[in-house]
């Protein structure tokens, strides 16, 4: 049986009421991949004409799952497809039997729900290095595929979680063309959060027609403004995957001009991306970095990774401790160009640092109280130029490290 684990105090109060999305049907069960006594594999089937797209972890170390992902996102088929999770067990660095695992998996799924292998996408989230036992999973294709229900997308979320101590869901809606199209999307992470993309695993389903082409544009560039903009430790997952479906169910076609749309899916996204840092493992504060008037938004990105991946100033942030020096020091370490005599700093709205030299109107008491709220904005203006770029991460806390410290046993 999986060790309980805390709730996060940064956890939403519930779990949203994420609507039906026409043409997606939900099942989970219980197959011991690695616990007893929980719900650790889901199955989504898609309907015919339904097109799928994805982003996947940069991982050089990538899963089997991934890889047999990355083979067959970019094939077109007006079959149905069906994506299956599995936590417990990343079937991760496990060689051929790795391979031999997914193409089992996926071809159970193929022939119980008449579909072709090359729409049967797979994800697995767990331990590194274990090989993943998949006749535990194919012995429970058939049950899954009776089981299969609109309205079970909530108990998918619940079923692909490993650390995570919510489930992560979230919808949104948009008139297009006086038709209403719905999103409703789908996560799991907490640890072992970072660019490219985190452990994360998110599964986003819209009613909205789209060619698989403009349905990957729309993802890939999204998700630069969302996923990637994350992290809780600074280690990128072997096993990271987004996948997309778009069922066409509501009969409204979007396109690359659909700016509405594309909004709403970005709102999805980055709400997911949120909750994925609110889940942190030992997560105590959900903090923003902004960082402005960098030479471009490149460098302003990577001086918000490197004050977010800090484990100095995540841990001031643990203690709420306004240790502002700590990041002025990530800043200097980023590689990125800064001029300390140009460095503005804030905590929230209070100017700690003004151009090099610490606010003479500075109130440490003010920073302290400051510091004690669950949810905190550090702001940082390079006075170089017109870059920008906003980053969300966590406090790190000895959460983190009990829960890291025993993960396999």
């Known amino acids: 049986m999986a060790k309980a684990l805390p709730g996060s105090p940064l956890a939403p109060a519930r779990f949203p009421e994420l609507p039906v999305i026409d043409g997606v049907r939900f099942a989970t069960v219980e197959a011991g991949v690695r616990y007893a006594g929980r719900t650790d594999v889901m199955l989504a089937h898609l309907a015919p004409g339904s097109t799928v797209a994805g982003v996947f972890t940069r991982s050089s170390t990538r899963s089997a799952p991934v890889l047999d992902c990355q083979a067959k996102i970019g094939q077109h088929d007006d079959a149905g497809a069906a994506i ?77 979680m490993t650390t995570d101590t919510f489930p992560k869901g979230a919808q ?58 994350i992290t809780v430790d600074s280690d990128t997952s072997t096993s990271d995957s987004l996948l997309m479906a778009a069922t066409g169910t509501s009969g409204v076609r979007i396109d690359e001009t659909s700016v509405g749309f594309m909004e709403a899916l970005r709102r999805v996204m980055l709400d997911l991306a949120h909750q994925v840092v609110r889940d942190g493992e030992g997560a105590t504060k959900f903090v923003e970095i902004a960082v402005t008037g960098a030479s471009s938004d490149a460098d302003a990105r990577t001086h918000a990774m490197a004050i977010a991946n800090s484990p100095l100033v995540k841990t001031a942030i643990a203690g709420e401790d306004a240790n502002w020096g700590r990041i002025v020091m990530a800043v200097g370490k980023s590689g990125a160009p800064a001029d300390r005599d140009t460095l503005s700093i804030w905590f929230g709205d209070i100017l700690v640092a003004n151009k090099g030299w610490v606010n003479p109107d500075y109130r440490e008491e003010d920073a302290a109280a400051y510091m004690k709220g669950q949810e905190l904005c550090i702001a940082v203006d390079l006075g170089l130029g017109g870059g920008k770029a906003h980053v969300w991460t966590c406090d790190l806390t000895h959460g983190y490290i009990d829960i890291n410290a025993d993960y396999r046993s």
Not at 115 to 121: D, I
Not at 134 to 158: F, N, P, V, W, Y
Not at 207 to 217: F, H, I, K, M, N
């Open 172 to 229: 949104t809606e948009v008139e297009i063309n006086g038709k209403t199209v719905r999103i409703a999307g789908i996560a799991k992470g907490s640890g072992m959060i970072a660019p490219d993309m985190a452990t994360m695993l998110v599964y986003i389903f819209t009613d909205a027609a789209a060619d698989r082409e403009v349905l990957q544009s729309m993802v890939s560039a999204l998700n630069d403004q969302t996923f990637n903009c």
């Open 84 to 160: 299956l999770v599995n936590s417990g067990n990343a079937n991760a660095f496990t060689g051929k039997r790795g391979v031999e695992a997914v193409t089992a998996v996926t071809t159970e799924v193929a022939r119980v729900l008449g579909l072709p292998e090359s729409r049967v996408f797979t994800s697995s989230t767990g331990v590194i290095g274990e090989v993943l036992p998949h006749d535990r999973i194919t012995a429970k294709i058939g049950e899954l595929s009776q089981k299969l229900d609109a309205g079970g997308i909530e108990a998918a979320a619940r079923a692909i």
